[in-house]
């Protein structure tokens, strides 16, 4: 990425975007794939949620990462029906402040009442 502010996004086949003033270096980017399975042969409602989360880096300076889910958010789910999340998102970024960046993205299952 060159030194100006702006937006990257990863859709949930793995294309990446840039607003312009933002120059992507190369074009290996993915979204992340959850495989979401149960032993209960009676269907379950799950709903699935994620909070945006900052990246930080040894200086600690941070990035804000807003994470897409892609189809779907609320499912059912039984034992012969595994289903797949796919993870995509945004990162903001608010000028040249390099490093490597790091953070844990919490993806929450909630098991919705009957």
């Known amino acids: 990425m060159g030194g100006n502010s702006g937006n990257v996004s990863v859709n949930a086949a793995g294309l990446i975007t840039a607003t312009p003033g933002i120059i992507l270096i190369g ?3 993915q979204s992340a ?3 979401v399975m ?3 042969i009676v269907p379950i409602n799950i709903t699935v949620t994620a909070d945006n989360i ?3 880096n040894g ?3 941070t990035l804000l990462l ?3 889910l892609i189809v779907p958010q609320s499912f059912i789910l039984t034992a012969a029906t595994p289903a797949y999340i796919n993870v995509g998102g945004t990162l903001y970024v608010p000028g040249s402040i390099p490093g490597v960046y790091t953070g844990t993205l919490l ?3 909630t098991q919705n009442n009957q």
């Open 107 to 109: 993806v929450e299952f």
């Open 27 to 29: 074009n290996d980017a």
């Open 54 to 56: 900052y990246l930080v």
């Open 66 to 68: 807003n994470p897409n």
């Open 59 to 61: 200086n600690n300076q």
């Open 33 to 35: 794939r959850i495989k």
């Open 38 to 40: 149960t032993n209960s």
